[in-house]
């Protein structure tokens, strides 16, 4: 690690407005014992929940509904050495209220891959986390 290159702690409210700049993350969870990481689309709710789209009989769908996984998204810049990671813990659980699921098709996330029928999948942001990378050696931003 550089001696010059700064790390920072961020709090709740910065790593959820980070995570809704981005439109991509990665869920962590277990799949046959083993961790697992999947990059997906999403988005968040109002209550800072993060949002996924997929598929009702998808891996993913049976794998977390009900546990405990982690939802990371990042942002870094190689030719400056910066960036910023975030991770949110919570418990995953598919959404089955009906007016619920009504509301999420007009205002939860896409799918980038095609689906005739969507679930939705919550991920309780029950403690996040983040952290950011600035070089200071003295390289500007673009």
Known sequence: MFQNDAFRALGRQECLRLLAEVPVGRVVYTRHALPAVLPINFS????????LRTSPDSDLVRA????????????????????WSVVVTGRATVVTDP???ERLLHTGPTSWM?????????????????RELSD?????RP
């Open 44 to 51: 968040l709710d109002t209550d800072a929940s993060v949002l």
């Open 99 to 101: 007016a619920e699921h």
């Open 64 to 83: 977390i509904d009900g546990v405990v996984v982690a939802f990371e998204a990042d942002e870094f810049d190689a030719a400056t050495r910066s960036g």
């Open 136 to 140: 200071r050696r003295g390289i500007t």
């Open 114 to 130: 095609p689906l005739r029928d969507a679930v939705f999948v919550r991920i309780e942001s029950e403690m996040a986390t983040g």
